[in-house]
């Protein structure tokens, strides 16, 4: 889902013509990310616990084809993409940010530094503020409202199960 989003930003800030500070694969994840937090409740949890289980098994496999301390040259980090590792934190961040409650785990187990977590409700508002002032005036409500609520996941993807 987070990739659909992702590429979904994309089309919408092409198509809506959405002025990007900062670089443009960064705003689709946060489009992306703020797309799946209003599911809402465990549907919004199952769907950042599956994107961030994508970035670590990402982050679990670079780590195995590469020592972690290696100097890396210098044109590993002129990626258009962020680092996995950077990514993750972004959207434990802002998941964070959006409810610190539902979201507590990823600072407990220290997916997210404290330092980190202290700004992710700031974050979080800006990335809201953006959303609601740039893409929801193209946003037909009643149309988003019933998708929202249409049970259209698999149940295995909102449940406790860990999966």
């Not at 919004?44 to 679990?60: E, M, N, P, T, V």
Request: glycine letters at 6%; charged letters at 20%.
């Amino acid at each position: 889902m987070f990739a659909v989003l992702h590429e979904f930003g994309h089309a919408a800030f092409d198509i809506y013509n959405v002025p990007i500070f900062g670089r443009q694969e960064d705003a689709a994840d946060q489009f992306a990310t703020y797309v799946m937090l209003q599911f809402g409740g465990e549907k919004a949890h199952g769907l950042i616990r599956g994107a961030a289980y994508s970035y670590l098994g990402l982050i679990k496999q670079i780590k195995q084809q590469s020592k972690p301390d290696v100097t890396v040259p210098l044109a590993a980090f002129s990626s258009d993409h962020g680092a996995p590792e950077q990514r993750f934190y972004n959207l434990a961040c802002i998941a964070y940010g959006y409810n610190p409650k539902v979201f507590a785990a990823v600072v407990n187990k220290d997916y997210l530094p404290e330092n980190r977590a202290k700004v992710c409700k700031y974050e979080y508002s800006n990335l809201r503020y953006a959303f609601r002032t740039l893409i929801l005036p193209h946003i037909d409500m009643a149309v988003a409202q019933r998708v929202l609520h249409e049970n259209w996941l698999p149940a295995t993807a909102t449940s406790g199960s860990g999966e």
